[in-house]
C-alpha cells in the first residue's frame, strides 16, 4: 500500500496547474466496454448471437470487455477496471490518449480502480506497463492478488502505487504523485465471489460479502455521483436502499436468465455459479430493483450468451420495458 507523503503544498500547486481549483460541477462517465469476460464477439465463440454481430448482423453492435472512464474536469481521468481490451478502448477515446502538448511519453489516466480481480478486470493493467506513472485503487483481497502474482511487478509499485480502498467509506482518488484527480468513490463489498482461477475444490460461497467484489459509488465534489456494480449475486435489502434515490446505476448485466449458459449448449455454469445475478425472473435484478428510485437503470458487463444483445429479441424489449437500457461502448453520462 502506498503512503501519500508528499507535502500538501506540492500537491496543491499540481492541483493549480492542472486547473483543479475550481470545484467540480460535473462528473462525466465513458463506459468504455459494456460486455462480460470474453467480448461480444468473444474470439472462440460460434454460438448465434457471436455469429451474428460477427456476420455484422442488424440489430447487434461489438462490444469489448468491462470498463469505464471517469473524470472531474475532462481532462484527468480515472480507468475503473482495466480489461484485456484496454488498447483498443484507449485508441478508441481521445480522452485517454496523450494530450497534443503533453510530454513525449505522457497519459491522461491518473489512476485505476478495480471492482475485483476477475481477468476481465485486471488484465489490462499489464498492458499499461510503459514505467508511466498512475495509481491503482482495490480492496485488499484483490490488492493480496496483484502481490501474490509477481506478473504485475510489471508495474513497479515505486512508480505505480497500490493504495487499498476501504469499506464503508469515501475515498478521494488521486494520481500517482498524490495530486487530486477530483473523483471519489465510496466503495462497499456486494455478494460475490473470488476469481475463476483462484477457485479450489469443493468451495460453494459464490455470494459472500469477503470484499473479492465490491461496488462503488462514483462522485466528484458537488457534481452527481454514480453507482458502479458490474458484478454482484444478489441485490438484498440493504443493497437496494443504498440504491435508492442514486440518479444513475450501473449494474451487472451478464445473464439473462440463470441457466442461459448452459441452455445455450457453451458451458456448465449458472449466472449464480459465476457469482452473478440475472436479469429476469422473480429473484432477477429487475424484479429486485423494481421498487427503487433509481433515475437511470443501466446493464453493463453483458455476456456473450445474453439474448438482450440482440436488440430485435423480445427479451431487449421487456429489459427495456422495464425501464432499463443496454448499455453500448462509448456510453456517456454526465452528471
Ligand atoms: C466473471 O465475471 O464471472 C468473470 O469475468 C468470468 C471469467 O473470468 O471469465
Ligand atoms: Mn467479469
Redesign the pocket.
Known amino acids: 500500500m502506498d503512503v501519500i507523503a508528499r507535502e500538501s503544498s506540492d500537491i496543491e500547486d499540481s492541483a493549480d496547474r492542472r486547473g483543479l481549483r475550481a470545484a467540480p460541477t460535473a462528473l462525466r462517465v465513458r463506459i468504455i466496454g459494456t460486455a462480460?469476460?470474453?467480448g461480444f464477439p468473444q474470439w472462440n465463440c460460434n454460438y448465434r448471437l457471436s455469429r451474428a454481430v460477427r456476420a455484422g448482423a442488424a440489430g447487434f453492435c461489438r462490444r469489448t470487455q468491462s470498463s469505464l472512464a471517469a473524470s472531474a474536469d475532462g481532462r484527468n481521468w480515472v480507468l475503473f477496471n482495466a480489461s484485456p481490451d484496454i488498447r483498443q478502448q484507449i485508441a478508441e477515446t481521445p480522452q485517454l490518449q496523450p494530450a497534443a502538448d503533453a510530454p513525449l511519453r505522457s497519459t491522461p489516466i491518473r489512476a485505476v480502480v478495480l471492482t475485483n480481480a476477475?481477468?476481465?478486470h485486471v488484465a489490462g493493467l499489464l498492458s499499461l506497463r510503459e514505467r508511466q506513472p498512475f495509481a491503482i485503487y482495490a480492496a485488499r483481497p484483490v490488492l493480496e492478488v496483484l502481490e501474490a502474482n509477481s506478473i504485475f511487478n510489471v508495474l513497479d509499485p515505486a512508480i505505480v502505487p497500490r493504495r487499498e480502498l476501504p469499506m464503508g467509506a469515501e475515498t478521494d482518488i488521486r494520481a500517482a504523485d498524490g495530486s487530486p484527480t477530483g473523483v471519489s468513490v465510496e466503495s462497499f463489498a456486494v455478494p460475490g465471489k473470488i476469481?475463476?482461477y483462484l477457485e479450489e475444490p469443493g468451495r460453494t460461497d459464490f455470494a459472500s460479502e469477503s470484499g473479492d467484489t465490491i461496488g462503488l459509488r462514483i462522485g466528484a465534489g458537488k457534481a452527481g455521483s454514480l453507482f458502479y456494480i458490474p458484478?454482484c449475486a444478489r441485490v438484498d435489502a440493504a443493497l437496494a436502499a443504498r440504491l435508492d434515490g442514486t440518479a444513475c446505476l450501473l449494474f451487472d448485466g451478464?445473464v439473462y436468465t440463470d441457466d442461459e449458459m448452459i441452455d445455450a449448449g457453451v458451458g456448465a455454469k449458472t449466472g449464480q455459479r459465476?457469482?452473478?445475478l440475472a436479469m429476469s425472473g422473480k429473484e432477477g435484478s429487475i424484479a429486485a430493483l423494481a421498487g427503487a428510485r433509481i433515475g437511470r437503470r443501466v446493464f453493463v458487463h453483458i455476456n456473450n450468451t445474453n439474448p438482450v444483445l440482440d436488440e430485435n429479441s423480445a427479451e431487449h424489449a421487456a429489459v427495456r420495458a422495464a425501464g432499463w437500457e443496454i448499455g453500448h461502448d462509448g456510453m456517456e453520462i454526465v452528471l
Open positions: 462480460a469476460g470474453g476477475d481477468v476481465d476469481a475463476l458484478g451478464t459465476m457469482g452473478h
